[in-house]
């Protein structure tokens, strides 16, 4: 069965600096990759997916980048955080078989002050 | 109006009790229906997975869809402290668009 894995698990920044979660897939080739991010008593808002190597789409304009170097990693970046950027930031992957159900990660929590 | 909603809670009820969790949807093209367990501090995990109309059972778990009234149901029966968690929905339509719409989740606290 599938494993994703992300790091850092816990993140302390200051406003301004730079970013990078990693997240990366075992046990399935090909996945479709998401990135979400759950603030405070709000929902899960998805912020890129990717259904391949380099292929990224944006949800949401914002500070925030994603990359895709090889088929079982997933990176989100920033180069300058925002205290906005605050939030639990999740990781997520389809199997394509026809349906949409998504296996999500541990989460990377961010705080940004 | 939100593609899905669902009452954010908290839920509160004593051990053993029968939970009835819920959302609603406007978009009737929505054919999977799927629920999700997060408990505080980590990832959501899923729990059932239904295609379509009808029931599922699995153990405690009964999910229930009714795409007649918009509406699906998750039900657990003999309730532990355990199942304290917030539940989230989450539906899409077929077609391989693969990105569900999430519900805001519902908070369940199950107290002994």
């Known amino acids: 069965s599938q494993t994703i894995h992300q790091w850092p698990a816990t993140l302390v920044q200051p406003v301004g600096s730079p970013l990078s979660l990693e997240c990366t897939v075992e046990?399935?080739?090909?996945?479709?990759l998401y990135w979400y991010r759950q603030a405070a008593g709000r929902g899960l808002q998805l912020l890129f997916y990717?259904?391949?190597?380099?292929?990224i789409s944006s949800e949401v304009p914002q500070n925030l980048s994603a990359s895709r170097p090889q088929d079982r990693q997933f990176i989100l970046s920033s180069k300058k955080l925002l205290l906005s950027d605050s939030g639990f930031y999740l990781c997520?992957?389809?199997?394509?078989?026809?349906?949409?159900?998504?296996?999500f990660g541990p989460g990377t929590r961010l705080t940004v002050l | 109006q939100k593609e899905v909603e669902q009452d954010p809670g908290p839920l509160s009820v004593p051990e053993g009790a029968i939970v009835s969790l819920n959302c609603t949807y406007s978009?009737?093209?929505?054919?999977?229906f799927m629920w999700y367990r997060q408990y505080s501090r980590k990832g959501p995990e899923l729990l059932m997975y239904?295609?379509?109309?009808g029931n599922k059972e699995d153990g405690r778990f009964t999910a229930q869809v009714d795409k007649s009234s918009k509406y699906i149901s998750l039900f657990i029966r003999d309730s532990q402290p355990s199942d304290s968690a917030t539940y989230l929905c989450?539906?899409?339509?077929?077609?391989?668009?693969?990105?569900?719409?999430f519900g805001r989740g519902t908070s369940l606290i199950v107290h002994p």
């Open positions: 997520a992957l389809v199997i394509r078989r026809g349906t949409d159900t998504q296996y």
């Open positions: 046990g399935t080739s090909n996945p479709n």
């Open positions: 990717s259904v391949g190597i380099g292929q």
């Open positions: 978009n009737s093209a929505f054919q999977y």
């Open positions: 239904t295609y379509s109309s």
């Open positions: 989450a539906m899409s339509a077929s077609g391989g668009s693969y990105i569900p719409t």
